[in-house]
């Protein structure tokens, strides 16, 4: 999948790069001892912290990714396979298949993940671009106008909107309180569903380019899907026996 100066280059330089300037913005605050994750959620929706927000959720995408991969991979279990079949695909070959094209096809940098949707416990491919997050608590930040790097006084509307937004938990049937129908949605954005995220594939330049070239992406995508952690992908989906959960903070 990658020779030991791509991977030098795609793990260990990236990664310390993202975690010392992490480390940097958080250093003597009350976020120091925050999760990447929690971080990532909690500074999506501020644009003055827009550059902890990246730095944040890049070093979680990029590590989940690094984690469920393996030098000696072993075929998925049947308990997976029959999740995958039950989630709307046809074959783990036709996961496979839909998985690495969506991540070709996808112009310009970021991830594509295999969630688990709750309560449906039914697999789904999801694209998130650039330094984005799976993670529904950090989907408010999409908006015409990316209000993570814009001030939002400067969006048409943004104010009004968000006004709107926020009062509709608050009154008659759309109550989100902790007796309403929506109790435990907590900071979900509008559309957002519980999931777990379960493996992804980055595919930023920086991860193929050197050892796959020019046009080499899929040839990359191919290598990754040959190098799955099957174990550790059954064990964030908290199926089998033989799993190994990865930490989701």
């Given amino acids: 999948m990658m020779s030991p100066a791509g991977f030098d280059l795609a793990w260990t330089q990236y990664q310390e790069y993202l975690v010392t300037n992490l480390n940097q913005m958080t250093y003597g605050t009350p976020d120091d001892s925050s999760t990447v994750k929690n971080l990532a959620i909690k500074y999506a929706r501020d644009a003055h912290k827009a550059s902890l927000f990246n730095y944040a959720s890049m ?3 990029n590590h989940f990714m690094f984690s469920t991969l ?3 991979p072993t075929p998925p279990s049947s308990a997976l396979e029959s999740h995958i079949l039950g989630s709307d695909f046809s074959s783990l070959a036709s996961l496979r298949e839909t ?5 070709d096809s996808m112009f310009g940098p970021g991830y594509t993940w295999l969630i688990k949707r709750n309560p449906s416990q039914k697999f789904s491919i999801l694209n998130t671009y650039l330094a984005g ?3 529904p608590g950090a989907h408010y930040r999409r908006q015409p106008i990316d209000v993570a790097t814009l001030p939002s006084s400067s969006v048409p509307g943004y104010s009004t909107a968000l006004a709107e937004l926020l009062g509709r938990g608050r009154t008659g049937n759309m109550a989100a309180g902790a007796m309403g129908p929506h109790a435990e949605s907590g900071d979900i954005a509008p559309g957002g569903v519980h999931l777990d995220v379960l ?4 595919t930023w330049q920086h991860c193929w380019l050197m050892d796959w070239g020019i046009g080499g992406k899929r040839g990359y995508l191919e290598a990754w899907w040959d190098s799955i952690n099957w174990d550790v992908v059954e064990g964030n989906a908290g199926l089998g026996n033989r799993a190994v959960r ?3 903070n």
């Avoid at 493996?199 to 980055?202: A, G």
């Fill in 199 to 202: 493996m992804c594939v980055n």
């Fill in 133 to 135: 997050s799976p993670f």
């Fill in 59 to 61: 070093a979680y995408n």
């Fill in 246 to 248: 990865v930490k989701q």
């Fill in 99 to 103: 998985f690495i094209a969506t991540a």
């Fill in 70 to 72: 393996t030098s000696n």
